[in-house]
């Protein structure tokens, strides 16, 4: 119940197309829903989050939708570039229970190239 | 130095040897965390640490030993490993647990083990 799938497990887009990458969960205890960008050799980055009480969330070329009742949620990138040739997490975290931390669980990631 | 660094960031060792990851974070922040990133699988969760105190272990090996000596420092210890230990460690670090705070990340140390 704690998993969040993942899908595609890689895409490959041509410049300025728009990349889609989509997540779904099971537990409906999650209130918050990350995704983070790793390009090679660097740690994973905060990209975008959402909270299930919008259905969306914009930040320049990436947006988020959220569709609650079908326990899914998706990153879209807008005129993709060859700079955002990267891996992309999606995640899922709920409220721990006092004392305990909230914990991130993560998809298996999407290896994305933009072709230039 | 800024943000979350990690050393070293390559090690290889055979399976009777002990060595020690290191992670420093420069943002004051209170919480600390290791994960495990394999090829194609999801960031496992390994350890947190709350302000030096030790808030979960997700059922890892005890081959592996964390060490968080102040809120700045972690450490994981790794001794008798196994080649399926191979993979890259993580370290990240967030204002505090809870809430939604961001979780930033280190660049990984790249395990290799013989």
């Known amino acids: 119940q704690q998993q969040v799938k993942q899908s595609p497990q890689s895409l490959i887009v041509q410049k300025g197309g728009i990349s889609i990458i989509n997540c779904a969960y099971e537990n409906t205890a999650f209130d918050y829903f990350p995704w983070y960008q790793q390009f090679p050799g660097k740690g994973p980055a905060l990209l975008i989050a959402?909270?299930?009480?919008?259905s969306e969330k914009k930040e320049g070329r990436f947006t988020i939708s959220f569709n609650k009742s079908a326990k899914q949620f998706s990153l879209h990138i807008m005129d993709s570039q060859p700079g955002d040739s990267a891996t992309y997490f999606c995640?899922?975290?709920?409220?721990?229970?006092?004392?305990?931390?909230?914990?991130?669980?993560f998809g298996s990631g999407t290896q994305l190239t933009v072709l230039p | 130095e800024t943000g979350v660094t990690q050393t070293p960031r390559h090690l290889v060792m055979g399976m009777t040897n002990k060595k020690s990851l290191k992670c420093e974070q420069h943002l004051g922040h209170n919480a600390m965390y290791w994960y495990k990133q394999s090829a194609k699988k999801p960031l496992e969760l390994m350890f947190v640490y709350s302000l030096e105190e030790r808030v979960e272990n997700n059922s890892v090996p005890s081959r592996f030993s964390p060490e968080c000596p102040n809120s700045s420092h972690l450490f994981l210890h790794l001794h008798t490993l196994q080649p399926e230990d191979s993979a890259l460690y993580l370290c990240a670090s967030s204002q505090s647990l809870g809430s939604y705070n961001e979780q930033f990340f280190g660049p990984g140390t790249r395990l290799t083990v013989l």
């Open positions: 959402i909270r299930p009480d919008v």
């Open positions: 995640a899922a975290s709920n409220a721990g229970s006092s004392g305990s931390a909230r914990q991130l669980t």
